[in-house]
């Protein structure tokens, strides 16, 4: 299978791409041209480096780079800085997934692809109604307003929840929500749940990044998983 995913080039993103490839998937990556990949890359016929701001690249241009991909995965997010969190583009995952999935629905594939979205526990799955507690709320609710991130995590997955929805012929889809991203240099064991079984906010988990990249290729390469986790929002935390 080949997979194209956006945001190779970053820290979670880079971990997808090598585990995909030890499970002898080829792979496509969207990166910044500017960006530091690691050197291996370009010498390994597994390999496709589109070098590209992926909000430049058109629908037509995308359904060609999709054509021949069983499976797509967006790890894209805002850097941890001023400008990555109050600047420009304030959409980037939110238009990102609905660039990908207008591109797919233009291949009208025969097969449905799979679109694996990195997403966050701070971002509730509306169609299960999962209750927070009061404080919880008041702060996600101010966190919503003041830091353009959290809004657009949560559009980027409702847009896969409304639109893409549970019955669309030529996408299926999930949403993975990891915790506080920590760095490991391996994969260790993980629990997986339907929604958090912690507050976020007042007593949050981990979930190294390592996991949540090995997560989403067993989602890509794993049948029997993706039957069970599509059009789902499944959170990870490493094991205790």
């Not at 990908?100 to 025969?110: F, M, S, W, Y």
């Amino acid at each position: 299978m080949t997979i194209l995913v956006a945001g190779a080039s970053g820290a979670t993103g880079k971990l997808l791409v090598e585990q995909l490839l030890k499970a002898g998937q080829k792979v496509k990556v969207i990166v910044r041209p500017t960006c530091n990949i690691p050197g291996y890359w370009s010498n390994n016929e597994n390999i496709k480096i589109i070098k590209a701001n992926i909000l430049e690249i058109g629908v037509d241009e995308m359904a060609k780079y999709l054509i021949d991909c069983g499976a797509a995965a967006s790890c894209l997010g805002h850097n941890i800085t001023l400008k990555g969190i109050f600047g420009k583009p304030r959409r980037l995952c939110t238009d990102a997934v609905r660039l990908l999935c207008e591109a797919v629905l233009k291949n009208k594939p025969e097969t449905p692809i799979r679109f694996v979205l990195m997403n966050t526990v701070a971002n509730s799955n509306r169609d299960l109604k999962e209750k927070d507690s009061f404080p919880h709320k008041i702060l996600i609710d101010l966190v919503r307003l003041l830091v353009p991130p959290q809004p657009d995590n949560e559009q980027a997955a409702d847009y896969l929840r409304v639109n893409i929805g549970q019955k669309n012929p030529y996408i299926e889809w999930t949403a993975v929500r990891p915790d506080s991203l920590t760095n490991e240099e391996k994969v260790t064991e993980y629990t997986l749940h339907t929604s958090p079984i912690r507050s976020g906010v007042f007593n949050p988990g981990k979930t190294s990044r390592i996991n949540t990249g090995n997560f989403m290729t067993r989602l890509i390469t794993d049948d029997d998983l993706w039957n069970k986790w599509k059009g789902q929002m499944p959170v990870i935390y490493n094991q205790n």
